[in-house]
């Protein structure tokens, strides 16, 4: 079955440089979910969409962005990195509604050196 | 707002031992429950999930888990584990809402299980 696909797998940046990373949700899914996970830490909701429209804000901050698009892919840029933004970031996706399984892809692990 | 606490961040057992991973949560409103396991440098893969009906619910690699209303419990079990269950595992909680969208799921701080020979 297709799962959510990420891409890049690995990405590495120097400091205030810009990242973008892309997230493929499973077809058929609305909804997509960005999450950061910082080294032995446990994944940090930072933006959501559904029906690409922005539905759902946590911990993210001003320097990022993110979108859906109209073939529901979503990205999210990332600018002015800092060394903290080093972080494996999750992108998921359901079908919308309550109680639909959230499925996760591999995620994409951005270095920032 | 919902919260998930794992009790234990690291869990030592050898191999073909039981293991219990413990998690309790706080919701004001009704949630649907799920354990995620990390194995090294990989992503986040379902176990199991509760979203109704009976209280034990099975999951994958022999895992099972038990939602306990009154104590807000979601207890993660297996009778016999092996070394490649040695993973990270996190417990999550999402809310019931009644609209579609803007749900979010909150992780627990994770368990590491590291099972020895």
């Known amino acids: 079955a297709a799962g959510v696909i990420q891409s890049p797998r690995h990405l590495i940046k120097e400091k205030r440089e810009t990242a973008t990373l892309k997230c493929y949700p499973i077809?058929?899914?609305?909804?997509v979910y960005w999450y950061q996970q910082g080294p032995g830490q446990d994944p940090q909701f930072l933006i959501s969409f559904y029906e690409k429209m922005q539905s759902d804000k946590g911990s993210i901050p001003d320097r990022f962005s993110a979108q859906q698009f109209s073939d529901y892919h979503s990205e999210l840029n990332m600018s002015s990195l800092e060394l903290g933004d080093s972080a494996l970031y999750f992108c998921a996706s359901s079908s919308g509604g309550s109680g639909n399984t959230i499925y996760f892809g591999e995620g994409s692990w951005l270095t920032v050196v | 707002a919902q919260s998930v606490t794992q009790l234990d961040s690291q869990v030592p057992v050898f191999e073909e031992a039981p293991v219990e991973l413990r998690c309790n949560y706080s919701s004001s409103v009704s949630v649907y429950l799920f354990w995620y396991v990390q194995y090294p440098n990989q992503g986040l893969q379902l176990l199991l999930k509760y979203l109704s009906g009976s209280t034990l619910v099975k999951g994958i690699n022999g895992f099972e888990a038990e939602f306990n209303k009154s104590q807000t419990s979601f207890h993660l079990r297996k009778p016999s584990v092996h070394i490649s269950d040695t993973a990270e595992y996190f417990c999550a909680v999402l809310p019931v809402l009644l609209t579609g969208g803007g749900n979010k799921l909150t992780f627990g701080t994770g368990t590491q299980l590291k099972v020895e020979l």
């Open positions: 077809p058929r899914h609305d909804t």
